[in-house]
């Protein structure tokens, strides 16, 4: 049978993070399609119906689906859950929040984060984080699955001939009404995409420097992260956070600055391919998953190292 | 309004969990277990509702082995009123979880359910939209700020790309994400008086509820190690490295 992916977006463009859950998806045998829930999105569908290997795009556009609520959104998945094997969702905030009260409503149980595909009831998923790989199987009819982006390599965003199909819409269930949002607006790449990223924790002591970590970061053109402490201290905002809790990241380039490395942000980041540690403590844990550690005082060889980038 | 207050036993934050040799499961055997974090952000949440003047009695339920009642009298120590212990040493899995928290609130009627948006020994995430969802309630779920508005409540929500505020209809669920609140530190007398607080408890079958697993756990293993890094002298040195060893710049 079929899996059905539940596209992310933001009514204009479909998020990457969308190709990391269809290669999951592709990985299965049954071939996969795509729901499109939003508002004025037809601009999404046509991306996703570009989606190599999809099959068809199924679009529900209506006020109420605009900001992805998960009161609306899961009685939508509901009603055409029963024709489907699999129901995935990259594990994005809105991922998150949704799939669990769709697999609920269907009584099935969801796995969560999931890593690997070993066949279409067999999943691998890090648990405690990150410090454990569990192989697990579903025993229900269908599988509620959100997929962490960075265990699976994006499908090609071109290249498919989906076709794209209306379905019928659910009423607004009542229950919740999205009011604003304060989304941080940066010129940087988006951390959950980026190629290189530069984080800063606690060490770097003010919000003030960390001026310095994104002088760096713009240097390498990178995204600007950060440990649960420096965001807890008010440093920078929360979706900087990398971490078991936050976002987990597997850039090609990591470079960690001030930070200890807690097992909660070594799990956000430890999979990326290469890693560089400053900190001024060369007992800090993060230096057993650096590939390069250099030992010193941030404020004089971050600067440092930007002079010798600049070169 | 009565506030429920799901809390759950998991391991210690501070410890590093190992499969056991034959990979059946997770090591647990003499590990530090303690109230899981989330939870303890949740239960400091309807502590202030109720000094606020915005919630009536506090609830917390937890559902597991006979040591959760220790998390409990850590909830009642930091401030719940009574606490329900559902009793079980079988695996209990999210969805089972979300059906015994169902039965409870049919039974307790709260205003509104605050847990934690995941334990960080499963790191599910998952219980607080199930029982939302199988209750057929709103859900404030990843929540930074909750503040009841007659009867609605305004939830701020931590999000991929920054912060998103949302009504809801209530009753309703809340979880709680790290930036809530800082929960309080509970002092000795409120340790002593929590022994004397009501803590009630049940079995699933007393609640009419199915809690067999829905996924069978086959094997865990550790995950790869990283190979050993080394140190490098200077700045000098870390960037002749990246651009000719690694070759990421």
Known sequence: MTALVIAEHNNQTLNAATLNAAAAAARLSGGFDVLVAGHNCGAVA???????????????????????????????????????????????????????RIAAMLDVAQLSDIIGVVSDDTFVRPIYAG???????????????????????????????????????????????????????????????????????????????FAIIEKLADLLGAAVGASRAAVDAGYVPNDYQVGQTGKCVAPTLYVAVGISGAIQHLAGMKDSKVIVAINKDEEAPIFQVADYGLVGDLFKEVPALCEALAK | MKILVAVKRAIDYNVKARPKADGSGVELANVKMAMNPFDEIAVEEAIRLQEAGKAGEIVAVSIG?????????????????????????????????????????????????????????????????????????????FACNVAPEGDSLAVKREVDGGLQSIKLKMPAVVTADLRLNEPRYVKLPNIMKAKKKPLDTLTPAELGVDITP???????????????????????????KLRNEAKVI
Request: hydrophobic letters at 45%.
């Open chain 2, 65 to 141: 082995p006979a040591a959760s009642q220790e998390t409990l009298r850590t909830a009642m120590a930091m401030g719940a009123d009574r606490g329900v212990l559902v009793q079980t040493d079988d695996e209990v899995q999210p969805l089972a979880v979300a059906k015994l928290l169902k039965a409870i609130v049919e039974r307790e009627q709260p205003g509104m359910v605050i847990l934690g948006k995941q334990a960080i020994d499963d790191d599910s995430n998952q219980t607080g939209q199930m029982l939302a969802g199988l209750l057929g309630w709103a859900q404030g779920t």
């Open chain 1, 46 to 100: 046509t991306q996703a119906a570009a989606i190599a290997g999809v099959g068809k795009v199924l679009v529900a556009d209506a006020a109420q689906y605009a900001h992805a609520l998960a009161e609306n959104l899961a009685p939508l998945v509901v009603s055409i859950a029963g024709g489907y094997s699999h129901l995935l969702t990259a594990s994005t905030a809105n991922g998150k929040n949704a799939m669990p």
């Open chain 1, 131 to 209: 410090n454990v790989l569990a192989t697990v199987q579903s025993t229900d009819r269908i599988k509620a699955i959100t997929v962490r982006t960075t265990g699976f390599d994006a499908i090609a965003a071109t290249g498919g001939t989906g076709t794209i199909e209306n379905i019928a819409v659910q009423a607004d269930a009542g229950l919740s009404t999205f009011v604003s949002e304060e989304l941080t607006k940066s010129s940087r790449p988006e951390l959950a995409a980026a190629d290189i990223i530069v984080s800063g924790g606690r060490g770097v002591g003010s919000a003030e420097n």
């Open chain 2, 214 to 240: 829905r996924l069978k756990l086959l094997k865990v293993a550790e995950p790869p190690a990283r190979a050993g890094g080394v140190k490098v002298a200077d700045v000098q040195e870390l960037v002749a």
